[in-house]
């Protein structure tokens, strides 16, 4: 076991507890933790337009990445990326040959219909192969309708030539497109392919790097009352993992994925972006506040319960939660704010709402 006390702030490039309990001594001992490549979740294509593709400057992938599956495959900061013609397959299928993947979706009719945003599935084709085989769904996210017309299979490579990969494969359909190279018009809306016959206007799509990464390292986090701060990628805490706060912020400005360990936050401030799901593990909220950095997208196996719930101007969205509380008043004092839930959450507001935009 090991402490550490400081009158300042510092990094990590990594964290390797093996099975030890790692403590920080006293409230200005924060600690700023990069993940990098320890991160389960991989993002390997990604198509973002910010203006809703309103200004005529569209973000499009090239036709050659039907082919090679790559789009500023070095630059995960541009707008199109695809680096899946680099991957390596066999470096993540599990033991069963499964493949893990994640797809977020945001922007225009996404957003607008409060849909969910992102689905969780497994397949045994890889996603250059046109034949989509093994698809099961983890969690319930409403996208798998068993339809031809707005169901999602999982993906594999498009038949049409307006996009690289989408979740129907070989079939004439090309909703949920991860790669678009042509505008798609439907509904009175320009846009992306996305799930559920919807125009979207931001994709997201992560590998789970189940070949690379066995997860977060077994052993304890004692952050006290000091902050603790990640950067660079979701962190994934799995099974003999724990991570225990009795005060100061936790950031996770890309999001975190619980699926098995034990989270205990005590007092503390839980500030997220992206995305959070809890799948498996313990997950304590004890007078603790959430704070979105950016739209979060919000999924739990479990209930839970904030003390404050703090939007900063940002949308929350609830997705197969069974409860989620907010045990003090919550104030919607901007128009972009918004909580957003679906027919699998119960949003429990004991404090009361007040609106003041």
């Not at 390797?16 to 320890?38: I, Q, R, Y």
């Not at 066995?214 to 603790?228: I, K, V």
């Amino acid at each position: 076991d090991a402490t550490v006390t400081r009158n300042q702030g510092f990094t990590l490039g990594g964290l390797d507890l093996e099975n030890f309990t790692f403590t920080l001594g006293s409230a200005t001992t924060d600690l700023t933790l990069a993940v990098g490549t320890s991160s389960d979740w991989k993002l390997i294509a990604k198509q973002v337009d910010s203006d809703n593709f309103t200004d005529g400057s569209d973000e499009l992938f090239s036709s050659d990445a039907r082919s090679t599956f790559l789009e500023n495959e070095d630059d995960p900061s541009q707008s199109t990326f695809m680096s899946i013609g680099n991957l390596n397959e066999s470096n993540y299928a599990d033991s069963g040959g499964k493949y893990k993947f994640k797809q977020v979706w945001g922007g225009s009719k996404v957003d607008s219909s409060e849909i969910n945003k992102q689905v969780i599935w497994t397949q045994t084709s890889w996603l250059e192969d046109s034949a989509i085989e093994g698809f099961q769904e983890i969690g319930t996210s409403g996208y798998v309708t068993g339809s031809t017309g707005n169901g999602f299979f999982g993906l594999g490579k498009s038949y049409d030539n307006k996009c690289v990969i989408d979740g129907n494969g070989g079939s004439s359909q090309w909703w949920n497109c991860a790669g678009v190279t042509t505008l798609h018009e439907y509904d009175g809306s320009l846009g992306m392919p996305g799930p559920m016959r919807k125009i979207a206007s931001s994709m997201y799509l992560y590998i789970w790097e189940s070949g690379t990464n066995s997860g977060s390292p077994p052993g304890t986090l004692a952050t006290q009352t000091a902050d603790l701060t990640i950067v660079g990628g979701i962190p994934s805490l799995s099974s003999g993992t724990t991570i225990s706060s009795t005060g100061g912020t936790f950031t996770f400005g890309e999001g975190l994925s619980v699926n098995g360990g034990t989270v205990n936050l005590q007092d503390t401030t839980l500030a997220l972006g992206g995305s959070f799901s809890k799948t498996g593990g313990s997950l304590t909220l004890s007078g603790t506040d959430l704070e979105l950095l950016s739209d979060l997208s919000l999924s739990s196996d479990a209930a839970v319960t904030v003390d404050e719930l703090r939007l900063k101007n940002k949308k929350l969205t609830l997705q197969s939660t069974s409860s989620f509380t907010v045990a003090d008043l919550l104030v919607l004092d901007n128009t972009n704010e918004q909580v957003t839930w679906d027919n699998n959450t119960s949003l429990a507001l004991n404090g009361g709402l007040k609106l003041d935009t």
